[in-house]
């Protein structure tokens, strides 16, 4: 069975399984929330070169961060059973390197992340997958804490100003048309060139197109020749309102036509 999403057709199985990790994220936001790990020192200032992350670090409640895991887990059994052996030895971490692979991935120490992954000899797509989804709604209440410190309107990089991750999605709002970027691990959003792609830096309008989806109105892919990166951008100035929090799922047509076309975008995990 499957279900017309956009113009691409996504087997009802795909979007049973977002809908499920959607209703397990915004359970554990609102517990994470609740919680309030994160404080900005009222002393420190932001150097406006580099992101937060690299002098203030997020983190986790352990044992919160647990639960939230093993409930991935439960999802992708019913959802992933070709992961199923991988699923396994993910249950059965000890406390010491759950910890460490959580505290790696949220300091980008990649390689530390491959060495627990591989010695544990697990997938490194499964493991990957559920501790990005893990750590993600953390990362968004360091980000809603930090924001209030952070000038996210005057950033331009392509990374984010919180976490330094890349964004997965963009979005154009207000009469001027400005673009925001929006980061794929902490959800904030900063204001970033109309035209130019965010992964590469290039400016030379020849080399970057819109692919428009005739379809769904508002919703469209960038493009750039160089670097055949792609961008899934919504056009909030269309009459949109788009619910930011489930838009990365709802456009998984977009991301299925531009593979399809032989774009990439190198933001991590999906
Ligand atoms: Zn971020
Ligand atoms: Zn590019």
Same mark, same amino acid.
């Given at each position: 069975?499957?279900?017309?999403?956009?113009?691409?057709?996504?087997? *009802?199985?795909?979007?049973?399984?977002?809908?499920?990790?959607?209703?397990?994220?915004?359970?554990?936001?609102?517990?994470?929330?609740?919680?309030?790990?994160?404080?900005?020192?009222? *002393?420190?200032?932001?150097?406006?070169?580099?992101?937060?992350?690299?002098?203030?670090?997020?983190?986790?409640?352990?044992?919160?961060? %647990?639960?939230?895991?093993?409930?991935?887990? =439960?999802?992708? /059994?019913?959802?992933?059973?070709?992961?199923?052996?991988?699923?396994?030895?993910?249950?059965?971490?000890?406390?010491?390197?759950?910890?460490?692979?959580?505290?790696?991935?949220? =300091?980008?120490?990649?390689?530390?992340?491959?060495?627990?992954?591989?010695?544990?000899?697990?997938?490194?797509?499964?493991?990957?997958?559920?501790?990005? *989804?893990?750590?993600?709604?953390?990362? %968004?209440?360091?980000?809603?804490?930090?924001?209030?410190?952070?000038?996210?309107?005057?950033?331009?990089?392509?990374?984010?100003?919180?976490?330094?991750?890349?964004?997965?999605?963009?979005?154009?709002?207000?009469?001027?048309?400005?673009?925001?970027?929006?980061?794929?691990?902490? =959800? /904030?959003?900063?204001?970033?060139?109309?035209?130019?792609?965010?992964?590469?830096?290039?400016?030379?309008?020849? /080399?970057?197109?819109?692919?428009?989806?005739?379809?769904?109105?508002?919703?469209?892919?960038?493009?750039? =020749?160089?670097?055949?990166?792609?961008?899934?951008?919504?056009?909030? %100035?269309?009459?949109?309102?788009?619910?930011?929090?489930?838009?990365?799922?709802?456009?998984?047509?977009?991301?299925?036509?531009?593979?399809? %076309?032989?774009?990439?975008?190198?933001?991590?995990?999906?």
């Amino acid at each position: 069975m499957s279900k017309q999403t956009g113009p691409v057709s996504l087997p *009802q199985e795909l979007l049973d399984f977002y809908d499920g990790l959607l209703v397990i994220q915004q359970k554990y936001l609102a517990k994470i929330r609740e919680l309030n790990l994160f404080s900005v020192p009222e *002393q420190w200032v932001w150097d406006k070169t580099n992101p937060l992350v690299s002098s203030i670090k997020p983190v986790t409640d352990p044992v919160l961060a %647990r639960e939230l895991f093993n409930q991935l887990l =439960e999802l992708l /059994t019913c959802y992933k059973p070709v992961w199923a052996d991988s699923i396994k030895k993910l249950e059965g971490m000890t406390e010491k390197d759950f910890s460490d692979l959580i505290v790696s991935f949220l =300091e980008g120490d990649r390689e530390s992340v491959g060495g627990i992954i591989s010695r544990l000899d697990i997938q490194p797509e499964v493991a990957e997958f559920a501790i990005f *989804q893990t750590v993600k709604p953390f990362l %968004r209440t360091y980000a809603e804490a930090a924001n209030l410190n952070i000038d996210t309107a005057n950033w331009l990089e392509n990374f984010c100003p919180v976490c330094g991750n890349k964004a997965k999605i963009a979005v154009i709002r207000g009469e001027e048309g400005k673009r925001y970027l929006r980061c794929s691990h902490c =959800e /904030t959003e900063w204001l970033y060139k109309l035209l130019a792609c965010p992964n590469c830096g290039n400016d030379d309008h020849q /080399t970057l197109s819109f692919l428009l989806i005739e379809e769904t109105p508002g919703y469209r892919l960038d493009v750039c =020749e160089v670097c055949k990166s792609y961008l899934k951008t919504i056009d909030a %100035r269309a009459g949109l309102k788009p619910n930011m929090d489930t838009s990365e799922i709802q456009t998984i047509y977009l991301d299925i036509i531009a593979h399809e %076309r032989g774009y990439s975008n190198r933001a991590v995990n999906a």
